[in-house]
Nanobody, 124 residues
Framework: QVQLVESGGGLVQAGGSLRLSCAASGRTFSSYAMGWFRQAPGKERELVAA????????YYADSVKGRFTSSRDSAKNTVSLQMNSLKPDDTAVYYCAARQGPNYYRHAYEYTYWGQGTQVTVSS
């Protein structure tokens, strides 16, 4: 079992920044590739960023590329999502997720463990 707890969400004006953190406990954090998903009302959950188990490979959705950065700190068992130049379209509940293995995948069903989610609201 892996327990994931997100923090750092909130309300921010368009153009602002937020940093989300996901703290992992339980089994060895370094065994898992990590993903950041978001879900807006009425929309499907989508992958916005992901980090491989080693941290050497990352993925960003086209909608966030150049604005969001994800990294992991294996010593602290955390993964973060730095979000800059936020837009109202970024408003959603953000989730971190873990899947065992070296590589990340793009679909939510491929992740085993999920955090409770944190709300990000970007006002115009």
């Amino acid at each position: 079992q892996v327990q994931l707890v997100e923090s750092g969400g909130g309300l921010v004006q368009a153009g602002g920044s937020l940093r989300l953190s996901c703290a992992a406990s339980g089994r060895t954090f370094s065994s898992y590739a990590m993903g950041w998903f978001r879900q807006a009302p009425g929309k499907e959950r989508e992958l916005v960023a992901a980090v491989s188990r080693s941290g050497g490979s990352t993925y960003y959705a086209d909608s966030v590329k150049g604005r969001f950065t994800s990294s992991r700190d294996s010593a602290k068992n955390t993964v973060s999502l730095q979000m800059n130049s936020l837009k109202p379209d970024d408003t959603a509940v953000y989730y971190c997720a873990a899947r065992q293995g070296p590589n990340y995948y793009r679909h939510a069903y491929e992740y085993t463990y999920w955090g409770q989610g944190t709300q990000v609201t970007v006002s115009s």
